[in-house]
């Protein structure tokens, strides 16, 4: 028996074009947004690790955490490119303060451009769940694989805000993430047989924190 030996693996080139477009080191700025979570830390309705929880497992099933894979699945399934304009506008219009709605348009904005610089695929300006769509599918991306991904890399950004704003832990944060795994996996899978006609959001706690954020006195993060 060689000990030491490199085993060849399969891979798969649209899964690594995946991961590279949903890593941190993608240019979309994740990183700056908080998506009203720092107002909700600084008011306290956020207190500990289980607080945290609890509002990103609403978020995932209330919030734009059910409703950006929905936009997803349309924007890949759209068939021309007016349908594209009219999910990107629904999109807009869901968003329920101003930071929220830059908050999707600026990085959605960001996404389309990098990924038109680095592809053979224009891609318009576009928010980022609708951008992210259109790209997938222009790019032969399978679907399921795209929506799971993206809702993991959202909810997985805002446990990495939560960590800069409160004393979370790097093992009590990918704790948490494990414990969310299996409805983030769900949500994700609703989403493949959902349309545009299923909007819904009733995260009222969080759509309140994103618009009272824009007041807040002292700010980390753009939302």
Avoid at 156 to 176: D, Y
Wanted: with cysteine; hydrophobic share 45%; glycine share 6%.
């Amino acid at each position: 028996m060689v000990t030491g030996a490199l085993i060849p693996m399969p891979t798969d080139p649209g899964l690594t074009r995946i991961q590279q477009w949903l890593s941190p080191s993608y240019p979309v700025g994740a990183f700056a947004y908080s998506h009203g979570l720092e107002t909700a830390i600084e008011t306290g309705a956020i207190l500990n690790i289980d607080d945290l929880r609890l509002w990103l497992t609403d978020l995932i099933t209330n919030g734009a955490g059910y409703s950006d894979p929905i936009l997803l699945v349309a924007a890949y399934r759209s068939e021309d490119a007016e349908a594209l304009q009219d999910i990107d506008q629904q999109a807009r219009a869901f968003a329920p303060s101003n930071e929220r709605l830059a908050e999707t348009a600026l990085q959605g904005a960001a996404f389309c451009q990098t990924t038109s610089a680095i592809s053979d695929h224009d891609i318009p300006d576009l928010t980022y769940p609708v951008g992210l769509g259109y790209a997938a599918r222009r790019h032969g991306l399978p679907l399921d694989v795209t929506v799971h991904m993206y809702l993991h890399s959202f909810v997985s950004n805002l446990v990495a805000a939560a960590q800069r704003l409160m004393p979370v832990g790097q093992v009590e944060g990918q704790r948490n993430l494990t414990d969310l795994a299996p409805l983030i996996a769900q949500i994700a899978q609703d989403a493949l047989t959902l349309d545009l006609t299923d909007l819904s959001g009733s995260c009222f706690l969080a759509d309140i924190a994103s618009m009272q954020h824009e007041i807040q006195y002292s700010r980390t993060f753009r939302s």
